[in-house]
């Protein structure tokens, strides 16, 4: 905000001066609202959970295609916020609110979803999920827009559409308060403990909503500076068409909603981010032992260039296993019939697309603190075989199924000592365990 300029924003109309889309240490802060690197992050969650909205709006300029629509919008996503609001948001309120603001003279829009393209195509809604804004506030049951006022347009027009859709918010809310609080408290109870929650979805392509679309016919000539051809949309050439919105989208991954997530006082950082948006957390006041599902890390993949600050893991899969785990004094369990349930499933849930995992804060795991010398450990794998039965025939079966262990000495060792008791427990094993 303070970072004023001119120049940072190369495709918008204005204003004279303008902040920068990165805050002092370079973070976007529309990126930020899970991971939480920011002071600025904190100081909104601090703000959110104190007020407690039941419905939020936030405000931007666009990006992308040009058309003639001033505002454009990114309704929370109705199947992440839940069927129940999200299905009387997007079908109800918001539609509502776009006719109000209609009188007030804005047509509007979803937000164009394409980059380098064309929309007369068709095009989905924008899947915003924890990191983004509404993303974040959807995980506490709260309605949400993100306002996308075209870039192009000019500024008093902008602000006067941003000014007017929070006006219709308003007014509605005035006058349907109480149904707003009845749903979302209605809502909350599609959570329950023992119940499917979606962590993963993906586009259903062969759902659609039928739109008006207002745009500009796009147009290539040869580019000025590169004389190659170029697009550009011709604004003497309106068009109205009917375009496909694809608004649907369907799970692809579910987990169980447990009873409690058990936490270790050793993860300090979950710890302090589930205290800021007031988690529920009841600390163990002796030392205990506790039957709990783990989770190993079977496998997962990394961006290979740094994205807000960290090399985010993705498409994440795990092992499973039940155990009696030894807890201590002041380790917490931290119960899923709370108000936070989204919150707590999509950041400790490791398979889900912003969870903690995803983000970095268990990297210490996925690195093995010790080994074992070859020469030294060719003798003790000897002896676990002969002593052994069931590893002898395990190993065994493993040769047989896979040429390139029997193939690899080296891989036939290490097969044995990560079967074996002088393996490391902790190696890839996710420190947060569920009570189901």
Known sequence: MLNRGSFS?????GPEEYGFRGNARHYDLNRDF??????????????????????????????????????????????????????????????????????????????????????DG?????????????????????????????????????????????????????????????????????YQIGDKYAIAWKLDSSKYESLEFKGFEAKYKPSDVSSKDRLWYDRNAKFSKQVKLYNTYVPTKEVTIPSYYVIPQSEWKVI??????????????????????????????????PYEGHYLHFDTSLLRESNKVNFSAGDFLVPLNQDGVKFLLETLEPEAIDSYFNWN???????????????????????????????????????MNNPKLAASSSAQLDWIYKHSPYYEESHLLYPIYRIN
């Open 9 to 13: 924003r190369a495709n918008q109309n």
């Open 272 to 305: 302090e981010l589930l205290a800021l948006n007031q988690i529920k957390m009841i600390p163990l006041k002796q030392d205990s032992v506790i039957a709990v599902e783990q989770y190993r890390i079977k496998d997962f993949k990394t961006t290979s260039s």
């Open 361 to 399: 804060f268990f990297d210490a795991i996925l690195g093995q603190k010790e080994y074992y010398s070859a020469y030294v450990f060719e003798d003790t794998a000897a002896k676990l075989l002969k002593e052994n039965k069931d590893l002898r025939s395990a190993f065994e079966r493993e040769k």
């Open 34 to 119: 899970i991971k939480t690197d920011t002071k600025n992050s904190r100081s909104f969650q601090r703000i959110f959970q104190w007020v407690k909205p039941d419905v939020f709006i936030d405000n931007h300029v666009s990006n992308g295609a040009d058309y003639q629509y001033t505002f454009t919008y990114i309704s929370t996503n109705k199947e992440r916020l839940g069927n129940l609001l999200g299905n009387y948001f997007n079908s109800h309120m918001q539609k509502t609110l776009l006719k109000d603001l209609q009188k007030k003279g804005f047509m509007s829009v979803p937000y164009v979803n394409i980059h380098n393209d064309v929309p």
């Open 122 to 190: 068709g095009f989905p809604t924008f899947m915003d999920s924890p990191r983004y804004a509404t993303g974040y506030t959807s995980l506490f049951n709260v309605i949400g827009t993100v306002v996308e006022t075209h870039m192009l347009k000019p500024y008093q027009e902008r602000v006067k559409a941003t000014y007017d859709y929070m006006r219709c918010n308003l007014d509605f809310i005035e006058q349907n308060y109480k149904v707003i609080k009845q749903k979302r408290a209605e809502n909350l109870k599609q």
